[in-house]
């Protein structure tokens, strides 16, 4: 199964450009979609999970048409919003059954051996009983995953999952989305570089609603190697380099700036070179040719 999204284009009623000429095709397992806040993240995962509509483009997901048959794009799509609400007063296994309802398994036995394996699978059995108000943040995005995969889904969309989470939840959350079969496309959009680092095989990198990279990590990872180099330096200095050189990044490392400049040579005495990381090569595409650096 692929999705394959072709010229894809979105300007809201306000002039914003959001999504421009996006293509992108996405094959089984997981797909990380990464980019700054306001990338045109969420505009695209809402235009593929049919909650609104392009100005120009088409999406098919194997041989479904995206844009005009809905019905059958929600019947096997599990979407996990970045705002998921949840009912308050309500356990976990009583919503997961009413959801279960609605999506029309109607047996009630085999509801039941549904939402009893879900909830195993979500590692929240032992806590079906809670009202969700009492769900934490991790909880609940488990209980969303859960919802998700009610339909047995072939097409996965988790909108920014780990912001907020401990690190101990964004663990679990993120070994509970690597679990998920290698049949489903799983696309996970977030900002944040790790979450993609550590399950994706496949990636794209957006900004200003334009695709700046897709491929395999590991790869874009390769294509950095003896290109970034490092140097600590003092903090009324750091302005000074990012004008001169190609600064992509600027970390603190125990309150003193340590800057990564992308260059194909050694860009001045006293820069190292470093082994690549997957941070370096977003920032290479979001902040390569410009400038100004994130300070991270
Ligand atoms: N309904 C809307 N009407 C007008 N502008 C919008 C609307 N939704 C999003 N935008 C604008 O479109 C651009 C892309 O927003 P979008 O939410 O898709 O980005 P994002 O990558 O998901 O960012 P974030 O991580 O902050 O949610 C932004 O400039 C945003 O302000």
């Known amino acids: 199964m692929q999705l394959i999204i072709k010229n894809l284009s979105k300007t809201y009623s306000n002039g914003v450009q959001a999504l421009k000429d996006i293509n992108l095709t996405i094959n089984s397992g997981m797909f990380g979609l990464l980019g700054p806040n306001g ?6 995962m809402r235009t593929i999970s049919t909650l609104q509509e392009p100005d120009s483009g088409t999406i098919t997901l194997g041989d479904i048409d995206v844009l005009h048959q809905k019905d059958e794009v929600r019947k096997t799509l599990g979407y996990l919003p970045q705002e ?8 976990a296994e009583d919503l997961l059954d009413h959801l279960a309802v ?12 549904l939402v009893t394996s879900l909830l195993h699978k979500t ?16 909880m609940k995005q488990r209980f969303g995953i859960a919802q998700a995969l009610l339909s047995n889904p072939k097409l996965i969309i988790v909108d920014e999952p780990t912001a907020g989470l401990d690190p101990a939840e964004r663990n679990r959350f993120l ?21 993609v680092k550590e399950l994706c095989t496949d990636m794209a990198i957006i900004n200003k609603g334009q695709v700046l990279m897709q491929g ?3 790869k874009a990872l390769d ?21 001169r050189l190609n600064v992509i990044s600027d970390k ?22 470093t082994i690549p990381d997957l941070e370096d090569v977003y920032f290479s595409y979001i902040f390569g040719s410009q400038p100004q650096a994130l300070t991270v």
């Open 216 to 218: 395999n990590p590991l």
């Open 252 to 273: 603190l490392v125990a309150g003193k700036p340590t800057l990564h400049v992308l260059s194909d040579t050694k860009p001045e005495a006293g820069f190292e070179q």
């Open 39 to 44: 990338a045109g993240k969420s505009s695209l």
């Open 123 to 138: 590692n929240l059995f032992n806590d079906k009983k809670k009202h969700l108000s009492g769900y934490s943040g991790g």
């Open 175 to 195: 070994n509970l989305l690597g679990e998920l079969s290698d049949e489903t496309i799983v696309i996970l959009s977030t900002h944040i570089v790790e979450d």
């Open 223 to 243: 294509d950095l190697k003896g290109k970034i180099w490092s140097q600590r330096v003092d903090r009324e200095l750091a302005a000074d380099y990012k004008e």
């Open 102 to 113: 609605l999506k029309g398994i109607t047996n009630r036995s085999q509801r039941k051996e």
């Open 84 to 91: 998921f609400g949840v009912y308050p007063k309500i356990s």
